[in-house]
């Protein structure tokens, strides 16, 4: 068989998360810092690719919202293979050595303070020093699809962001879920591509992806304020994964194939 087990791939993903939380602060930190940077490069890429067919997207918006899909992956897919932190996964991750106790609560809930933490600084080093600093997004279409996307995402009811945040992490935590099935870099590429590429596909909420998607929006300009970021779409956004991933991922692959007896 060329891939491991729904069994195997929950054990790998448990195996990964304990190891980390054995780094030292300094290394778990760099690694937060590089998962968030990588998350955004992909959201730039995304706004790059997607952001420059405005001809498509006012005839077929749904081409528009594929193309973004399909690129935004890449930043999960280096998270994954150069063995960087991110918050989001970590929700799965952490909960299976949490279910065998392997970890105690207040380790697993202070790895995801620092994780989110870092992840917020590296998105920073690419919103602003990589991408609004240098000029990126300056022109249109690029700054107006930024613009526009980051508008919508700040003006919905927080129950909204809070439901689409399950399903962005359950679709995430379910890409490294997949990724850890893989026995080559190339499976593990196309197993994180898929779930990923849907999520953004269907416009649901990914703390980290938006910590990088609203900011550089702020740092060209958008009339959006630090305030209403963090309490319209991060605050919900970040308990909507929480409960996906540690929900609908850590606790119920935790439950089918690490605590049997």
């Given at each position: 068989m060329n891939y491991f087990t729904p069994t195997e791939a929950a054990d790998a993903f448990r195996r990964a998360a304990l190891d980390k939380s054995k780094r030292s602060f300094p290394q778990f930190a760099v690694m937060a810092i590089l998962g968030g940077a990588f998350i955004a490069f992909g959201g730039l890429l995304s706004l790059i690719v997607a952001g420059g067919m405005p001809g498509?997207?006012?005839?077929?918006?749904?081409?528009?919202?594929?193309v973004a899909g399909a690129m935004f992956p890449i930043g999960l897919i280096m998270v994954s293979v150069t063995g960087a932190d991110l918050f989001t996964s970590d929700c799965a991750?952490?909960?299976?050595?949490?279910?065998?106790?392997?970890?105690?609560?207040?380790?697993?809930?202070?790895?995801?303070?620092?994780?989110?933490?870092?992840?917020?600084?590296g998105a920073q080093l690419?919103?602003?020093?990589?991408?609004?600093?240098?000029?990126?997004?300056?022109?249109?279409?690029?700054?107006?699809?930024?613009h526009h996307l980051s508008e919508a995402k700040v003006n919905q009811d927080f129950m909204r962001v809070f439901i689409k945040g399950i399903g962005a992490n359950w679709l995430v935590c379910l890409g490294m879920f997949m990724g850890y099935a893989a026995k080559d870099i190339t499976g593990r590429a196309i197993a994180i591509w898929i779930p990923v590429m849907l999520f953004v596909t269907l416009g649901y909420e990914h703390s980290i992806a938006n910590?990088?998607?609203?900011?550089?929006?702020?740092?060209?300009?958008?009339?959006i304020?630090?305030?209403?970021?963090?309490?319209d779409n991060l605050i919900p956004a970040t308990l909507g994964n929480i409960v996906g991933?540690?929900?609908?991922?850590?606790?119920?692959?935790?439950?089918?194939?690490?605590?049997?007896?």
């Open positions: 498509i997207g006012a005839a077929n918006p749904g081409i528009v919202k594929f991750g952490l909960t299976f050595p949490l279910q065998r106790k392997e970890l105690m609560a207040g380790r697993v809930i202070a790895l995801l303070a620092i994780s989110y933490l870092f992840n917020f600084i690419i919103a602003w020093m990589l991408s609004a600093h240098v000029g990126i997004l300056d022109n249109d279409p690029w700054r107006a699809y930024l910590m990088f998607f609203i900011p550089a929006a702020i740092y060209t300009g958008a009339e304020s630090w305030g209403t970021f963090i309490t991933g540690m929900g609908l991922v850590g606790v119920v692959y935790g439950y089918l194939y690490l605590l049997r007896d």
